[in-house]
């Protein structure tokens, strides 16, 4: 599919050779490029504080965490050169002239980018990282497709060259370590191979993996050369001849000496009307991803792809070929979120889906054997803890409207390690294990303390999920438990200690009025379980205890003589406030636990306390949370619903920050938080699906 697009042509008509880009639906704070793991994570930084505007050439794109992972592209037209991806210089330390870019979009899946170059030929460039929620075999993959596609746009037939190439930058966070890296050809795929040379199994730094290999491959051809060596030679041999010399550099040498970079050059001849693509794809190659302490004790648990193919040389040549078919599932996904969106709440609701999706997903990973899977988490930028529980939280909508399933396999080393007697708090626990990709638990019970808030979600989740699937026997498989974190509500939630919500960045509190709420909805939650799997007594005691709570919470936690009235940050203090976020799990649930004057009295409320960019989480901060901003936006009235997500879409197009999406911001300045770590790429963006799985939502996921 190809646009007709006007600056394109008015810049021709009048020469200007400096259009500005379109960004449609909205401008990120950074552009997905391949984003598809914890490990592989690029991103183009766009944002005002050290981005460039969202223009593909002229910045080098970034791993999340912000370190450089350069990935270059240069094409060649009648002998000219232009850099179209990174900011490349030439053998003489001069800049590559650039492209001009038209248009910027994105969709789920997909970032697309529509090059001028010189008036002549277009580009138009397109990076897919497939999400396929009901295929296991391609999620499990760890790898994002870059497609190129040239076309004349003037009349003429042109002489054109294409390169790209990736540097050693992606194998290690640490720039002094050795990297080493080889060359070699499958029946079908040109490909360079990169690692850190000394593998260190599981480890990180600056959250890139230290282990595993790296694949950067293209169809195999006549008009196809490569090179490996230092940046400046490889890409001046391309500038130069519009080739490579198909030579392999074996200088194995720290990343930061004469930067090795790893090329291809395609000559595509004289290039006419008819559009010609060019493929390559990216990916990492890892036999063991994650150490995990489940039934079995510490073990190494492979990733999953390696159940389906034999080799990394075989996963990558079927990937390679998988493109059409992995393009269609990726835009039939793309137009069910977006038409999901629109019809929901509107085209800004969708820009914030649609951003969310990549982002969020590539948090998980698929890993252990098809028979035995497992989906670990990784909290990434906040601690790299495993599989947290507040993190699942906000994050399970997106998995409710793909496919629940995907949160059971979630879920699942949770229970494992519980059930197993390995956890020795009488509450739920936080995470499975301190940073990624080592869960090895918490037997001595020191995780971090969220003792009503992870009870709650734990309750609330089970629920949803049975909600979506009917499967009344996970309840029963996993009843014991969840009455004994009730047990804990009903004597800790009314009225909860000092203790941390999931927005731990604020500090302890005692008596917080949302967090209570969650306890009470989690009680509630459970005389739902007991109802379902026959269990009258508890049903009728949970259900009862639900509802004397909530009026007693009433009583507490609203500021009746406010002007408006609104419910408190805490009890009593009645100049506070905060988004009373977790009344969406009432909803979501259809406990009818809540009376419709709280849901009434909050949607007249936001509206008087919003900031630039949305709502203060609470008045301690001027800093709010997208995710709970949307949990609240989901269940209030629509025109408060409408101003949640137009203060949202409006940020997101004007946010100073450079990095994966925040959802952690300052509603005045847009920028991160002072005194707060920066949250970047975080899954739990994936709250912003929470208008799609309220009961009687159009894009439900069942039967998908
Ligand atoms: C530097 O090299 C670029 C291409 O590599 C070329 O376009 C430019 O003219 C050169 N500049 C000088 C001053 O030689
Ligand atoms: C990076 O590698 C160098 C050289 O091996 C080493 O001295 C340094 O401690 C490493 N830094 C980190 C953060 O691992
Ligand atoms: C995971 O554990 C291994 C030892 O099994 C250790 O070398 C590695 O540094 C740990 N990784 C992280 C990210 O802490
Ligand atoms: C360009 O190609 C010619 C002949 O193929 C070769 O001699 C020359 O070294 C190449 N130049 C570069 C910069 O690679
Ligand atoms: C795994 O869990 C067991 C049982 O709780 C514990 O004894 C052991 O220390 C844990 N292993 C690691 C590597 O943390
Ligand atoms: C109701 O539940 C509470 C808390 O678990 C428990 O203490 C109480 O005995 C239960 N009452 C009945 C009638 O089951
Ligand atoms: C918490 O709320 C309870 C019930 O109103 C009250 O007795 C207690 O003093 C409160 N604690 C604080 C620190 O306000
Ligand atoms: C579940 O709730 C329904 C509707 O209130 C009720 O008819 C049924 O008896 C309950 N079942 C159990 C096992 O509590
Ligand atoms: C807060 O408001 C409630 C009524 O909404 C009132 O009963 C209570 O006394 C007030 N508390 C304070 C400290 O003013």
């Given at each position: 599919m190809r646009l007709i697009h006007l600056p394109l042509l008015l810049s021709s008509i009048i020469g200007v050779t400096t259009a500005a880009s379109s960004f449609t639906p909205a401008r990120p704070p950074a552009l997905p490029l391949a984003v598809k793991s914890p490990y592989l994570n690029t991103w183009l930084p766009a944002g005002r504080?050290?981005?460039?505007?969202?223009?593909?050439?002229?910045?080098?794109?970034?791993?999340?965490?912000?370190?450089?992972?350069?990935?270059?592209?240069?094409?060649?037209?009648?002998?000219?050169?232009?850099?179209?991806?990174?900011?490349?210089?030439?053998?003489?330390?001069?800049?590559?002239?650039?492209?001009?870019?038209?248009?910027?979009s994105y969709t789920s899946t997909k970032s697309v980018f529509t090059m001028d170059v010189g008036g002549k030929v277009e580009m138009s460039i397109t990076f897919l990282s497939p999400v396929t929620p009901h295929d296991y075999k391609r999620q499990s993959l760890i790898f994002s497709y870059l497609n190129v596609e040239v076309t004349s746009t003037d009349g003429s037939e042109h002489d054109v060259q294409l390169y790209s190439d990736i540097s050693a930058e992606w194998v290690s966070g640490n720039r002094s370590d050795i990297a080493s890296w080889d060359h070699d050809t499958t029946s079908t795929l040109s490909y360079h191979r990169a690692r850190r040379q000394e593998q260190l199994a599981y480890s990180e730094v600056s959250d890139q993996s230290q282990w595993g290999d790296y694949y950067w491959a293209t169809e195999d051809s006549e008009t196809l050369t490569f090179q490996s060596g230092g940046d400046a030679v490889v890409r001046g041999s391309f500038l130069s001849n519009g080739s490579l010399p198909d030579t392999k550099d074996t200088n194995f040498r720290p990343i930061n000496e004469d930067y090795p970079v790893f090329g291809f050059a395609k000559d595509l001849g004289n290039v006419g009307s008819a559009g010609i693509d060019t493929l390559f794809t990216i990916g990492l190659c890892q036999d063991y991803a994650i150490?995990?302490?489940?039934?079995?004790?510490?073990?190494?648990?492979?990733?999953?792809?390696?159940?389906?193919?034999?080799?990394?040389?075989?996963?990558?040549?079927?990937?390679?070929?998988?493109?059409?078919?992995?393009?269609?599932?990726s835009a039939e996904l793309d137009s069910k979120i977006q038409s999901d969106s629109v019809g929901a709440a509107g085209q800004?609701?969708?820009?914030?889906?649609?951003?969310?999706?990549?982002?969020?997903?590539?948090?998980?990973?698929?890993?252990?054997?098809?028979?035995?899977?497992?989906?670990?988490?990784?909290?990434?930028?906040?601690?790299?803890?495993?599989?947290?529980?507040?993190?699942?939280?906000?994050?399970?909508?997106?998995?409710?409207?793909?496919?629940?399933?995907?949160?059971?396999?979630?879920?699942?080393?949770?229970?494992?390690?519980?059930?197993?007697?390995?956890?020795?708090?009488?509450?739920?626990?936080?995470?499975?294990?301190?940073?990624y990709p080592n869960a090895t638990g918490h037997p001595d019970g020191l995780d971090e303390e969220m003792p009503v808030e992870e009870c709650g979600n734990m309750l609330i989740m089970a629920l949803a999920y049975v909600q979506h699937t009917g499967k009344t026997d996970y309840l029963k498989a996993h009843y014991k438990l969840l009455k004994q974190w009730t047990q804990f509500l009903v004597s800790d939630s009314l009225i909860p200690a000092s203790q941390l919500s999931t927005d731990d960045?604020?500090?302890?509190?005692?008596?917080?009025?949302?967090?209570?709420?969650?306890?009470?909805?989690g009680i509630g939650a459970m005389g739902q379980i007991a109802n379902l799997t026959g269990n009258t007594e508890d049903a009728a005691n949970y259900t009862a205890i639900s509802r004397d709570y909530i009026e007693k919470w009433e009583d507490l936690g609203i500021a009746k003589n406010a002007n408006p009235p609104h419910t408190t940050l805490a009890y009593g203090q009645n100049k506070t406030h905060g988004l009373l976020y977790n009344?969406?799990?009432?909803?979501?649930?259809?406990?009818?636990?809540?009376?419709?004057?709280?849901?009434d009295m909050q949607s007249e409320f936001y509206p008087t306390v919003e900031g630039r960019y949305g709502v203060p989480l609470d008045t301690r901060?001027?800093?709010?949370?997208?995710?709970?901003?949307?949990?609240?936006?989901?269940?209030?009235?629509?025109?408060?619903r409408d101003m949640f997500i137009a203060d949202l879409a409006k940020w997101i197009n004007e946010t100073p920050t450079n990095k994966a999406l925040s959802d952690l911001y300052d509603t005045e300045t847009g920028d991160y938080p002072v005194d707060t770590p920066q949250f970047i790429a975080r899954p739990v963006v994936g709250g912003v699906f929470s208008l799609l799985v309220l009961p009687g939502a159009a894009g439900g996921s069942s039967g998908a």
């Amino acid at each position: 599919m190809r646009l007709i697009h006007l600056p394109l042509l008015l810049s021709s008509i009048i020469g200007v050779t400096t259009a500005a880009s379109s960004f449609t639906p909205a401008r990120p704070p950074a552009l997905p490029l391949a984003v598809k793991s914890p490990y592989l994570n690029t991103w183009l930084p766009a944002g005002r504080d050290g981005g460039n505007g969202g223009y593909l050439a002229g910045e080098w794109p970034i791993f999340w965490a912000g370190q450089v992972a350069a990935w270059a592209g240069l094409i060649r037209v009648d002998g000219d050169a232009y850099t179209w991806m990174g900011a490349v210089r030439g053998r003489n330390g001069s800049d590559v002239q650039t492209v001009t870019q038209i248009a910027y979009s994105y969709t789920s899946t997909k970032s697309v980018f529509t090059m001028d170059v010189g008036g002549k030929v277009e580009m138009s460039i397109t990076f897919l990282s497939p999400v396929t929620p009901h295929d296991y075999k391609r999620q499990s993959l760890i790898f994002s497709y870059l497609n190129v596609e040239v076309t004349s746009t003037d009349g003429s037939e042109h002489d054109v060259q294409l390169y790209s190439d990736i540097s050693a930058e992606w194998v290690s966070g640490n720039r002094s370590d050795i990297a080493s890296w080889d060359h070699d050809t499958t029946s079908t795929l040109s490909y360079h191979r990169a690692r850190r040379q000394e593998q260190l199994a599981y480890s990180e730094v600056s959250d890139q993996s230290q282990w595993g290999d790296y694949y950067w491959a293209t169809e195999d051809s006549e008009t196809l050369t490569f090179q490996s060596g230092g940046d400046a030679v490889v890409r001046g041999s391309f500038l130069s001849n519009g080739s490579l010399p198909d030579t392999k550099d074996t200088n194995f040498r720290p990343i930061n000496e004469d930067y090795p970079v790893f090329g291809f050059a395609k000559d595509l001849g004289n290039v006419g009307s008819a559009g010609i693509d060019t493929l390559f794809t990216i990916g990492l190659c890892q036999d063991y991803a994650i150490q995990f302490n489940g039934s079995d004790g510490y073990q190494p648990q492979p990733s999953l792809w390696k159940s389906y193919f034999d080799s990394d040389t075989d996963a990558i040549d079927w990937f390679y070929q998988d493109y059409s078919t992995s393009s269609e599932m990726s835009a039939e996904l793309d137009s069910k979120i977006q038409s999901d969106s629109v019809g929901a709440a509107g085209q800004k609701y969708a820009t914030l889906t649609t951003l969310s999706v990549l982002q969020a997903f590539a948090a998980i990973q698929l890993v252990g054997t098809s028979e035995k899977m497992y989906i670990f988490q990784k909290e990434i930028s906040s601690n790299g803890n495993m599989n947290t529980v507040d993190v699942i939280f906000p994050f399970h909508p997106l998995l409710l409207y793909t496919n629940p399933e995907l949160l059971a396999i979630l879920l699942e080393p949770l229970w494992e390690i519980q059930e197993g007697g390995n956890y020795p708090n009488k509450y739920s626990m936080h995470d499975i294990g301190a940073h990624y990709p080592n869960a090895t638990g918490h037997p001595d019970g020191l995780d971090e303390e969220m003792p009503v808030e992870e009870c709650g979600n734990m309750l609330i989740m089970a629920l949803a999920y049975v909600q979506h699937t009917g499967k009344t026997d996970y309840l029963k498989a996993h009843y014991k438990l969840l009455k004994q974190w009730t047990q804990f509500l009903v004597s800790d939630s009314l009225i909860p200690a000092s203790q941390l919500s999931t927005d731990d960045f604020a500090g302890h509190l005692e008596n917080q009025t949302n967090l209570a709420l969650k306890g009470i909805i989690g009680i509630g939650a459970m005389g739902q379980i007991a109802n379902l799997t026959g269990n009258t007594e508890d049903a009728a005691n949970y259900t009862a205890i639900s509802r004397d709570y909530i009026e007693k919470w009433e009583d507490l936690g609203i500021a009746k003589n406010a002007n408006p009235p609104h419910t408190t940050l805490a009890y009593g203090q009645n100049k506070t406030h905060g988004l009373l976020y977790n009344i969406f799990s009432d909803r979501q649930l259809s406990l009818d636990l809540v009376p419709q004057s709280i849901y009434d009295m909050q949607s007249e409320f936001y509206p008087t306390v919003e900031g630039r960019y949305g709502v203060p989480l609470d008045t301690r901060h001027s800093y709010t949370k997208g995710d709970w901003e949307m949990w609240a936006a989901a269940v209030s009235s629509s025109s408060t619903r409408d101003m949640f997500i137009a203060d949202l879409a409006k940020w997101i197009n004007e946010t100073p920050t450079n990095k994966a999406l925040s959802d952690l911001y300052d509603t005045e300045t847009g920028d991160y938080p002072v005194d707060t770590p920066q949250f970047i790429a975080r899954p739990v963006v994936g709250g912003v699906f929470s208008l799609l799985v309220l009961p009687g939502a159009a894009g439900g996921s069942s039967g998908a």
